[in-house]
């Protein structure tokens, strides 16, 4: 590969990389159309690493490219939504059950209390807390032990970040709170062996993200 290429390639990987995250933070919202133009002009770029990126944006369902008019971020709908909190309520719940079967509770919530550690030390809007959020989630899910019900929870890490974030625009004087606090209950209910409590708290914890979710 020639240098001209690996430039090309750190250029387009950059673009790609500052407009999935403006995407994911919500700061180019679900229904907005961007252009080629605005995204190089912000990130001091020409066009051609833009468009690459975002033909790899269109690939992962991110944005839908128009001709010679720009690119619609593509929102994240009420019904995919809904159906996402399902699927996370149904994997973390399970994740919760196997762990406590398997006396492995103490280790899972050692883990989960590292990363709220981590989260607490961040404040809203630092995107990192809703990263951070999604990290102490998944912790769950992987101690489960299930390697295809891991995979398959990574699969929904962007959507579920965007959801999150649009959540907390909505309700961000006391929801990152109230977050911090269930996550500390969680944590407790999972080394408890809590199994009905953890259940409960579970899916309350996660329905309260979606009912403060607006598409776009």
């Avoid at 690939?59 to 010679?68: C, F, I, S």
């Avoid at 390697?147 to 907390?168: C, K, M, P, T």
């Avoid at 269930?182 to 309350?204: M, N, S, V």
């Amino acid at each position: 590969m020639s240098t001209r290429d690996r430039s090309q390639g750190a250029a387009s990987d950059r673009a790609y990389g500052w407009t999935k995250e403006r995407i994911l933070d919500g700061r180019y919202e679900g229904g907005r159309l961007i252009s080629e133009g605005e995204v190089a002009e912000g990130i001091g770029l020409s066009r051609t690493p833009v468009r690459e990126a975002f033909l790899r944006l269109a690939a992962e369902g991110l944005l839908r490219l128009y001709p010679k008019r720009g690119a619609l971020v593509v929102p994240v709908s009420a019904s995919e939504a809904e159906d996402i909190l399902e699927a996370r309520i149904f994997l973390e719940r399970h994740a919760a059950t196997k762990v406590i079967q398997a006396g492995r509770q103490r280790e899972a919530a050692e883990e989960m209390r590292r990363i709220l550690a981590e989260q607490k030390r961040l404040e809203w809007p630092d995107p990192r807390f809703t990263t951070t959020d999604r990290d102490f989630h998944a912790a769950l899910v992987h101690a489960g032990g299930n390697a295809l019900f891991d995979e398959f929870y990574s699969g929904l890490r962007d959507r579920q970040l965007r959801i999150v974030h649009s959540a907390l625009r909505h309700d961000h004087a006391e929801r990152p709170r109230i977050i911090l606090e269930e996550h500390t209950r969680i944590c407790e209910l999972l080394e408890a062996g809590d199994e009905a409590g953890l259940h409960t708290l579970i899916a309350d914890h996660i329905l309260a993200v979606g009912n403060r979710y607006r598409p776009g």
